[in-house]
């Protein structure tokens, strides 16, 4: 009933009656009119959020569909289209491909021959700026399962500021439309799974926060359990309902740069040097591409502790990219850097070229900073900067990069001075 005017106030926002237009009493309080519609509306938005979860979860008609055997990509169907995108790391390619497809015909075996086919885990371990990200991500573009990527950066102990591990499922639920179906048959890539490696090699009687700790907390994803994964995120809705969902058919992908880890094999391969036989064994090792001898042992000397490395049997690596290789980078692929800015150039009108010396201009600076293809792109945004800016307020319709102008403007942009100093 509502009260008439006197000394009572809302028990939510704590106007008094005089303030507000109505004021409900209860057994031991009040509340306004305001409240109790804000009340009514997240009542009622509570209620059409959990329809639509019951409604998804578990429901197999979401955008992904039944798993159909008969449009399994092959492993060099795989490898063909990564090869359109990606440049070079033919042994990388030919790891995932696998890896991706024994993943689909693992979903699809048959049970009753007492036979059944173990999950194998992926690692990829490679330089930066050589692809691992981006194999992930044109994966994720051809193939029909939920996919999402993660960084391990981001988590942290149980207890600590920062997110759960078990938020990596709850990224892949949301990219499956909360399909539980889907969601279990999902492939998931963990980036810079090497940032929570041991800070040493021995076991520290105190808390890694985001290292160890966490190592620890994604056995259980990596291996296959079921899970209790809160839809919406772990610490800012504790109050919500939990989907349960079995990780034994999610296939997860890490990939690290494990800076410093050639020093790990470096010392692995020296600490084999007895009698004349290993000398010459030593003398036929490459020196300059020491990461094709990479071993699990390698991992655990760098900081991953063993129970994670058994859950992740699949070891590949990623070469450092050659000039050959950087060249190419710039122009073959589909959405190639070089063909990214002439799609921003003819989008005003403007006809974009590149001189033939220009680019190797920008392939020998992307050598000297030695970043990979991230550091190649990078130095071809600060040459087209300039360009960039005046050219949309111009009516001129072509234009012509030189390497001339491209020594010229990088010259005058903050690499050239992060190079030579202050």
């Known amino acids: 009933m509502a009260k008439k005017q006197g000394h009572n106030h ?76 990606v440049i070079g790391q033919d042994d990388a390619k030919r790891y995932l491909s696998v890896a991706v497809y024994n993943h689909y015909k693992r979903l699809c075996q048959e049970k009753n021959d007492g036979v059944e086919i173990e999950k194998s885990n992926v690692i990829m371990v490679g330089p930066t700026g050589t692809g691992k990200t981006l194999m992930a991500r044109t994966i994720a573009n051809m193939l029909k399962v939920p996919f999402t990527i993660v960084d391990a950066t981001v988590f942290t102990e149980a207890g600590y500021v920062g997110e759960d591990v078990e938020s990596i499922l709850s990224r892949l639920l949301q990219v499956a439309d909360f399909d539980l179906e889907a969601t279990q048959r999902g492939i998931v890539f963990i980036d810079e799974i090497d940032k929570i490696a041991r800070k040493s090699d021995n076991p520290s009687i105190t808390r890694d926060v985001s290292g ?17 994964v809160p839809p919406k995120g772990g610490r800012k809705h504790p109050d919500q309902d939990y989907v349960h969902v079995d990780t034994r058919n999610i296939l997860f992908i890490c990939g690290g740069a494990f800076d410093g880890i050639e020093r790990k094999i ?62 190419a980078i710039l122009t073959e692929p ?13 989008m005003d009108g403007i006809e974009l070229t590149f001189a033939e010396d220009a680019l190797e201009y920008m392939v020998d600076k992307a050598v000297e900073y030695k970043l990979g293809a991230r550091g190649l792109r990078s130095i071809v945004e600060a040459i087209m900067m300039t360009p960039q800016f005046e ?24 690499l050239a001075v992060a190079e030579n100093g202050f």
């Open 10 to 85: 809302c028990s939510f926002c704590g106007r008094s009656d005089a303030e507000v237009r109505l004021l409900i009493s209860g057994i031991d309080g009040f509340i306004c009119d305001e409240c109790a519609e804000q009340a009514h509306n997240i009542v009622q938005e509570a209620f059409n959020a959990n329809e639509n979860a019951q409604t998804a979860v578990g429901s197999g008609k979401g955008k992904y569909g039944k798993l159909d055997w008969k449009t399994l990509p092959k492993p060099a169907d795989i490898k063909a289209y990564l090869d359109q995108y």
């Open 212 to 228: 160890e700790g966490v190592q620890q907390g994604m056995l259980k994803l990596l291996e296959g359990s079921i899970v209790n």
């Open 266 to 327: 470096a010392q692995r391969l020296n600490t084999h040097v007895v009698g004349y036989n290993s000398v010459q064994n030593v003398a036929r090792i490459d020196r300059k591409d020491l990461m094709k001898y990479i071993v699990p042992q390698d991992l655990k000397s760098f900081g991953l502790i063993p129970e994670i490395i058994g859950r992740l049997p699949v070891l590949t690596y990623l070469n450092q990219l050659d000039r050959e290789a950087l060249r």
């Open 334 to 346: 589909k959405n190639s850097i070089i063909r990214q800015q002439q799609k921003l150039f003819a």
């Open 391 to 414: 050219l949309p307020s111009m009516t001129k319709k072509k234009f012509e990069v030189t390497r001339e102008y491209a020594q010229q403007q990088l010259e005058k942009s903050n």
